[in-house]
């Protein structure tokens, strides 16, 4: 069977700036990543979809571990930057259910994009290592901290209570995101609308509680 063209074959023996090429190996990379997991997948198979020699990929990355940290580095970066911005952006906003609905979105958007993204940062088969551990760690820890900011302003609960409000967001979001995903039936805007409705009436109901009189 004849190997499908990709986009790799339009660079193959070309040179390219240096973050170029940089991003095109990223790119194979995260491809074949996505296809055949970290533990199964090698550096012939990462040249290969990039349409390079095994040696120009060893002067970019001495080797797979390497490249899948600059993996699990961009993604986790831009999935912290997309909750910062969602909440950023609703900072004029006194609809605090909408900031809810919004930063469940996000994990959606993320969660939907054609790269698969998640699969590196949600669903990593290399979790036993301490340096991917630790910066998928701190992304979601990142994104409870915008979240929990956020909903300290919007319902002046106490820091401790909002952040453990924010984890259960962020949880919810990612999980039920890749469930929703997976099933494939259901929407975006639909299921981002059900899971928002079920997050909202805990937030609201724990701010209710606050201002309820004694």
Same mark, same amino acid.
């Given at each position: 069977?004849?190997?499908?063209?990709?986009?790799?074959?339009?660079?193959?023996?070309?040179?390219?700036?240096?973050? =170029?090429?940089?991003?095109?190996?990223?790119?194979?990379?995260?491809?074949?990543?996505?296809?055949?997991?970290?533990?199964?997948?090698?550096?012939?198979?990462?040249? =290969?979809?990039?349409?390079?020699?095994?040696?120009?990929?060893?002067?970019?990355?001495?080797?797979?571990?390497?490249?899948?940290?600059?993996?699990?580095?961009?993604?986790?970066?831009?999935?912290?930057?997309?909750?910062?911005?969602?909440?950023?952006?609703?900072?004029?906003?006194?609809?605090?259910?909408?900031?809810?609905?919004?930063?469940?979105?996000?994990?959606?958007?993320?969660?939907?994009?054609?790269?698969?993204?998640?699969?590196?940062?949600?669903?990593?088969?290399?979790?036993?290592?301490?340096?991917?551990? =630790?910066?998928?760690?701190?992304?979601? =820890?990142?994104?409870?901290?915008?979240?929990?900011?956020?909903?300290?302003?919007?319902?002046?609960?106490?820091?401790?209570?909002?952040?453990?409000?924010?984890?259960?967001?962020?949880?919810?979001?990612?999980?039920?995101?890749?469930?929703?995903?997976?099933?494939?039936?259901?929407?975006?805007?639909?299921?981002?609308?059900?899971?928002?409705?079920?997050?909202?009436?805990?937030?609201?109901?724990?701010?209710?509680?606050?201002?309820?009189?004694?």
């Amino acid at each position: 069977m004849a190997r499908e063209f990709t986009a790799a074959d339009t660079t193959r023996g070309q040179r390219l700036p240096r973050l =170029e090429r940089r991003a095109q190996l990223l790119e194979a990379a995260q491809s074949v990543f996505v296809d055949k997991g970290y533990h199964a997948s090698g550096m012939e198979d990462i040249a =290969e979809r990039a349409g390079v020699s095994k040696p120009v990929l060893y002067q970019h990355f001495p080797g797979k571990l390497e490249l899948y940290l600059a993996l699990v580095d961009k993604h986790t970066a831009a999935l912290v930057e997309l909750v910062e911005l969602v909440e950023a952006a609703l900072n004029e906003s006194d609809d605090h259910k909408d900031r809810t609905y919004a930063s469940i979105r996000a994990f959606f958007d993320f969660v939907a994009r054609e790269d698969e993204p998640f699969r590196i940062v949600f669903e990593s088969d290399l979790n036993e290592v301490a340096a991917v551990r =630790e910066r998928i760690g701190w992304a979601t =820890e990142a994104c409870v901290d915008a979240i929990s900011r956020r909903i300290m302003l919007d319902t002046e609960l106490p820091q401790p209570v909002a952040r453990l409000v924010a984890q259960g967001l962020v949880g919810m979001s990612q999980v039920s995101a890749r469930s929703w995903l997976r099933d494939g039936t259901i929407p975006l805007d639909l299921a981002v609308e059900i899971i928002g409705r079920l997050a909202w009436r805990g937030v609201g109901g724990q701010r209710a509680r606050l201002v309820a009189p004694a």
